[in-house]
């Protein structure tokens, strides 16, 4: 059983940066894919940047590129989301996912993802 505990959160003015933090335990080979999304109230969740565990390689959604970036540790067992230049659009739930590779890449779709943290709540302010 995969389980997922994000930490960062908080509240930020306008222009700052936050680090958050996603910790895995019980690794499965459906969880080669960490992501995070994050939801906004009365909006859909959107996918905001994700990481293949075994190469490294990530991808940014469009709207957050040169903003945000993903990392790992050198122990894949915790996945970074590193936020720049916050926006008070940014004010969101943001949750960690784990999931299967999805035709080579790490999709940002939520229904790609199986396993899910309880989320850490970004509230930007201007």
């Known amino acids: 059983q995969v389980q997922l505990v994000e930490s960062g959160g908080g509240s930020v003015q306008a222009g700052g940066s936050l680090r958050l933090s996603c910790v895995m335990s019980?690794?499965?080979?459906?969880?080669?894919?960490m992501a995070w999304f994050r939801q906004a109230p009365d909006k859909e969740r959107e996918g905001v940047a994700s990481i293949y565990r075994g190469g490294g390689w990530t991808w940014i959604a469009e709207s957050m590129k040169g903003r945000f970036a993903i990392s790992q540790n050198n122990a894949r067992s915790t996945v970074y989301l590193q936020m720049n230049g916050l926006k008070p659009e940014d004010t969101a739930m943001y949750y960690c996912a784990a999931g299967p590779l999805s035709g080579g890449a790490c999709d940002l779709y939520p229904d790609k993802y199986n396993n899910w943290g309880q989320g850490t709540q970004i509230t930007v302010s201007s």
């Open positions: 019980g690794y499965t080979s459906s969880s080669a894919c």
